[in-house]
């Protein structure tokens, strides 16, 4: 089946540093990926689409500034966390579009700041 | 985007089915219905998904009401293994999906 990776899978980082967090489709090609973030337990909420080659969207109350999302390829989009503080502190999961109406989602990633 | 509601918890004793329910009232025509299953720390896992036709495969069965406003997800064969949290969400294409707030699903032996 299509797989979904992250990395890394966990990162704990200093208040004020950026961090980066990648999705790789491994076996296929995502035109579209999708950045999640899960806080402690409560649901997975969806902070922004990523399309290959244009501007990502963001949902309602996310800061593009702050969230920095980058897709060059057609299987690897990027998250930035600029200028981390300890409210970003979370899960952060991406998800591909395959071929579909099916998404597939990576591990995730767990984001401490300090 | 539709609003999902799922509830927080429920019990199932092992080796029977077990019926997950979905409310999603206000979904839109073109938005599909999935389910996942999360294990703690864990990315959600791909459980089925469907428009309008019931759907089954080799981990579960989807029953999609006629008017799409619930849906039910049938394990039928619940193992230890199969207790997680349980997501219901809806969306689609080239849309995000929306989550509802996850069913806790806890096989008894």
Redesign the interface.
Known sequence: GAV?S?HPSWVICKSGTSVKIECRSLDFQAT?M?W?RQFPK?????MA?SNEGSKATY?QGVEKDKFLINHASLTLSTLTVTSAHPEDSS?Y?C?A?GGG????????T?LTVL | DAKTTQPPSMDCAEGRAANLPCNHSTISGNE?V?W?RQIH??????II?G?KNNETNEMASLIITEDRKSSTLILPHATLRDTAVY?CASG???????????THLIIQP
């Open positions: 979904v992250q579209t999708f999640y409560q649901s997975l909420m969806l689409t949902e899960f999961i998800s579009l109406a099916e998404q597939f989602f990576g591990p995730g767990r | 599909y999935y996942y720390s864990q990315g959600p896992q791909y998904h428009l997501y689609g294409g080239a849309d995000g999906l929306t989550f509802g707030k996850g």
